[in-house]
């Protein structure tokens, strides 16, 4: 079936520390990850993004790694700063250039 | 304007209305894309369109009627909504060859 399964819901970090929100998706044809970050009042932003065949990328403070074998990917924020509180969405690509979408992590850091 | 804009930002409507929704990506894009986003849901893709040619409904009411009269421009057309139809409804853009959408800033709507 066509479901992401996004972990955690709400996340709570200090300043500094490391951030890791997993996803898992169903459909082992999905060749293509992204992340979201959607900031109040304001449209989801892509801001990294992995294709099935590397198992990790990494974009100065955020990665995403991906087990294909598990069917689950992650996205790690290291240094985290307050401008990272957000809404982060996981999503999977299925057939032709429809994405599925997790259903968000709240991510608070606190300073 | 840069990206991808639509407007009103916010709609407020009764049931018994008709409005349209307006979306610009100025992003030289030949896909585009509305999205659902109600609260504690995740994202619901609505409607695909690919160079102008709708390819993707998924299982949308007749209550919303999407257009899209060129590759820059997509229209969503409401008419008599319910309540439970209140969502920020949002736009994106892509290539057809290529994997990444881009978002806009959505339309906040209301329905009374």
């Known amino acids: 079936g066509e479901n992401v399964e996004q972990h955690p819901s709400t996340l709570s970090v200090q300043e500094g520390d490391s951030a890791v929100i997993k996803c898992t998706y169903s459909?082992?044809?999905?060749?293509?990850f992204p992340w979201y970050k959607q900031e109040l009042g304001k449209g989801p932003q892509l801001i990294i993004d992995?294709?099935?065949?590397?198992g990790e990328k990494k974009d100065q403070r955020i990665a995403v790694t991906l087990n294909k074998t598990a069917k689950h990917f992650s996205l790690h924020i290291t240094e985290t700063q307050p401008e990272d509180s957000a809404v982060y969405f996981c999503?999977?690509?299925?057939?032709?250039?429809?994405?599925?979408f997790g259903a968000g992590t709240i991510l608070r850091v606190k300073s | 304007e840069t990206g991808v804009t639509q407007t009103p930002r916010h709609l407020v409507m009764g049931m018994t209305n008709k409005k349209s929704l307006k979306c610009e990506q100025h992003?030289?894009?030949?896909?585009m894309y509305w999205y659902k986003q109600s609260a504690k849901k995740p994202l619901e893709l609505m409607f695909v369109?690919?160079?102008?040619?709708?390819?993707e409904n998924n299982s949308v009411p007749s209550r919303f009627s999407p257009e899209c009269p060129n590759s820059s421009h997509l229209f969503l057309h409401l008419h008599t909504l319910q309540p439970e139809d209140s969502a920020l409804y949002l736009c994106?853009?892509?290539?057809?060859?290529?994997?990444?959408?881009?978002f806009g800033p959505g339309t906040r709507l209301t329905v009374l």
């Open positions: 994106a853009s892509s290539q057809v060859e290529r994997d990444e959408q881009f």
């Open positions: 459909d082992s044809a999905s060749n293509y």
């Open positions: 992995i294709r099935s065949n590397v």
């Open positions: 999503a999977e690509r299925l057939r032709g250039n429809k994405l599925v």
């Open positions: 992003l030289g894009h030949n896909a």
């Open positions: 369109y690919n160079f102008k040619e709708q390819t």
